[in-house]
């Protein structure tokens, strides 16, 4: 069983910054871990992921501007998001699966959810 617990998130002006983390508990090793993203009335899309070989899959909409670490003893991963726009406004999710596979930006490929951190970017 893993538990994910976002903190961070919040209110931006456009052009701006903020920060996501997401800490895990598990016994188990985490393969696949990052972000995804939802607006109501629209499905879940991944953001970014990274695995645990330091390997990064990320949304055409995130590159550039979003930068994902991870903390492998502490099982944290930490979301950077520069360059903010009203587009990026959505409830954020930290994901992760201990599948040792390719990672994916597929929300049905992770078995495990964080309860979510709402950004709101605004002009």
């Known amino acids: 069983q893993v538990q994910l617990v976002e903190s961070g998130g919040g209110s931006a002006q456009v052009g701006g910054s903020l920060n996501l983390s997401c800490a895990a508990s598990?016994?188990?090793?985490?393969?696949?871990m990052g972000w995804f993203r939802q607006v109501v009335g629209k499905e879940r899309e991944g953001v970014i992921i990274?695995?645990?070989?330091?390997?990064?899959w990320s949304a055409d909409s995130a590159k550039g501007r979003f930068i994902i670490t991870r903390e492998y003893i502490k099982n944290k991963v930490t979301l950077e998001m520069n360059s903010l726009n009203p587009e990026d406004t959505a409830m954020y999710y930290c994901?992760?699966?201990?599948?040792?596979?390719?990672?994916?930006?597929?929300?049905?490929?992770?078995?495990?959810w964080g309860q979510g951190t709402q950004v709101t970017v605004s002009s």
């Open positions: 598990s016994v188990e090793r985490i393969y696949c």
């Open positions: 994901a992760a699966d201990l599948f040792d596979g390719d990672c994916s930006l597929a929300s049905a490929s992770y078995a495990y």
């Open positions: 990274m695995d645990w070989y330091a390997n990064v």
